[in-house]
């Protein structure tokens, strides 16, 4: 499995990004995935089921963020709005063992390696 993000940037408060996670080596429209921040911690921020009909936020992006997937280009994104300095840190997309999101991290057995982040005036 191979999942590559981009979109990171450096941006000012109020601003906005969207984060792509291009996915392959594996069949996409089987598995469940997530976004991920370190900042240092690492942090679950968004997931989506299989066939997208699911989702799930952190209380820390509720309402300002928006998971989607487009299983037909392999690719998952997230919609990132009104960013602020604290959603600073290294974003990375994440493939869960199933069709259904857990919020249990160890249930994420293949990642990428990051985008950053950066919230700054």
């Known amino acids: 499995e191979r999942l590559v993000e981009s979109g990171g940037a450096l941006v000012q408060p109020g601003g906005s990004l969207r984060l792509s996670c291009a996915a392959s080596?594996?069949?996409?429209?089987?598995?469940?995935m997530a976004w991920f921040r370190r900042a240092p911690e690492r942090e679950l921020l968004a997931a989506i089921s299989?066939?997208?009909?699911?989702?799930y936020y952190a209380d820390s992006v509720q309402g300002g963020f928006t998971i989607s997937r487009d299983n037909g280009l392999n690719t998952l994104y997230v919609q990132m709005d009104n960013l602020e300095e604290q959603d600073t840190g290294l974003y990375f997309c994440?493939?869960?063992?199933?069709?259904?999101?857990?919020?249990?991290?160890?249930?994420?057995?293949?990642w990428g390696q990051g985008t950053q982040v950066t919230v700054s005036s």
């Open positions: 080596g594996f069949t996409f429209s089987l598995y469940a």
């Open positions: 994440a493939q869960s063992w199933g069709a259904m999101y857990s919020l249990a991290h160890y249930s994420y057995d293949s």
């Open positions: 299989a066939n997208g009909d699911k989702t």
